[in-house]
Every structure is written in structure tokens, then in C-alpha cells.
């Protein structure tokens, strides 16, 4: 069974960067393309981007300039880095597995709040 | 950009009942290309049906898809109680390649 972990701080100030840590069981993170979600408190699910080992990247345009998605082969692990955060960026995220047009298995998703 | 759009925003049903959830494109997208999830309160999304209309691993037959072009539909025949959820549709393709429906929440009258 593939499991996902998220991990990372639950707060960060406004203006810095937001990291987090998706820690992947079950499967190799060397297939598939392995993704970020978000979801505002009480609002709907927004698709950050998604990582394939190769090093092939696609990011939402909404959030290009801010972000960076990146691979640990050896830990088994992707990671999510979002800058210059405001309130806005207040969410729960997920990681996730991006399998052939569809998400098949998800983290249980970790909440970062930005706030000073 | 392709808008997902889900109707309607909040469906009040009992258990037993049927339930007819839409989801419409801004312009007409592979049956391939869309999905739909179940999320509860607190848990991740979960996949339900894969390309328009089939069944994900584990997933009851209560639950069907359908549609194609800009029109899709995911019908619960009976609630059960456990059904009682936000569900979204999801489309792959277009620029983002990824996006979300708002949602549909699903619950008891």
C-alpha cells in the first residue's frame, strides 16, 4: 500500500518561505509524477505542481514564480518550497501521486498557517 | 483555461435518496480527462471515479459517472450514511493542466 507523510512547520511569518517535506512508503518515488495540492481553510482544492524523477517539472502558472519542487531519490522523499508567503498562502497541503490523468494516493495533509 | 463548474454548490438529501451531481467545462475536454473525489471533513480527497465513468479500486457501485464534451454527471443511487461529503471533479489538460471544481457538499436534510 503507498502511503504519503507530509511534514514541515506549521507556521511561518509572512514574507518567508514555506517548506515542506512529502515522505513516500509502498512505492519508489524513481516512477510516476509525485504532486502538491493545497486547500484554504473551507475552500476548495488547488493543484500546486508535479515532479517527475527525471527532473520534468510542471508548475500552475498561478504560483510559478514562488515556487520550487524538488526530489531526495535516496530518502524516498519530494518537496515543496513557496516563497514570499502571505495569508493567503494559509492552507492545508497535500502531496500526493499523479498517476496517469488522476490523484490515486494522498498524504493526510499538514496545515501551515502564515501569520507574524 | 479550462473552468470547472459544479452544480449545485449544496445538496440536501436523506439517506436512501438519489443523488445527481454535476460538473460543466468551459470548453469540451476528453471523458478521459476528468475525475472525480470524495473528501470528508478533516481527511484527504479520495478518488472515486477515473476517466468520466469508471469505478476506482474498492469503490461501490452506488457511485457511477457519466457525460462527455463539457457535461459530466456522478450519481450516488442510494446514500448511505458514510456518503454524506464534499465531492469535486477534476480535469487534466489546458493550461494550469490540473484544476479542481469548487465542490459540491452533500448533505443530510
Known amino acids: 500500500q503507498v502511503q504519503l507523510q507530509e511534514s514541515g512547520p506549521g507556521l511561518v511569518k509572512p514574507s518567508e518561505t514555506l517548506s515542506l517535506t512529502c515522505t513516500v512508503s509502498?512505492?519508489?518515488?524513481?516512477?510516476?509524477?509525485w504532486s502538491w495540492i493545497r486547500q484554504p481553510p473551507g475552500k476548495g482544492l488547488e493543484w500546486i505542481g508535479y515532479m517527475y524523477y527525471s527532473g520534468k517539472i510542471f508548475y500552475n502558472p498561478s504560483l510559478k514564480s514562488r515556487i520550487v519542487i524538488s526530489m531526495d531519490t535516496s530518502k524516498n522523499q519530494f518537496s515543496l518550497k513557496l516563497s514570499s508567503v502571505t495569508a493567503a498562502d494559509t492552507a492545508v497541503y497535500y502531496c500526493?501521486?499523479?498517476?496517469?490523468?488522476?490523484?490515486?494516493?494522498w498524504g493526510q495533509g499538514a496545515l501551515v498557517t502564515v501569520s507574524s | 483555461e479550462i473552468v470547472l463548474t459544479q452544480s449545485p454548490g449544496t445538496l440536501s438529501l436523506s439517506p436512501g435518496e438519489r443523488a445527481t451531481l454535476s460538473c460543466r467545462a468551459s470548453?469540451?475536454?476528453?471523458?478521459?480527462?476528468l475525475a472525480w473525489y470524495q473528501q470528508k471533513p478533516g481527511q484527504a480527497p479520495r478518488l472515486l471515479i477515473y476517466g468520466a465513468s469508471t469505478r476506482a479500486t474498492g469503490i461501490s457501485d452506488r457511485f457511477s459517472g457519466s457525460g462527455s464534451g463539457t457535461d459530466f454527471t456522478l450519481t450516488i443511487g442510494r446514500l448511505e450514511p458514510e456518503d454524506f461529503a464534499v465531492y469535486y471533479c477534476q480535469q487534466y489538460g489546458g493550461s494550469p493542466p490540473i484544476n479542481f471544481g469548487p465542490g459540491t457538499k452533500v448533505d443530510i436534510k
Open positions: 509502498g512505492a519508489s518515488i524513481n516512477n510516476y509524477y
Open positions: 470548453q469540451s475536454i476528453s471523458s478521459n480527462y
Open positions: 500526493a501521486r499523479w498517476r496517469e490523468l488522476l490523484f490515486d494516493f
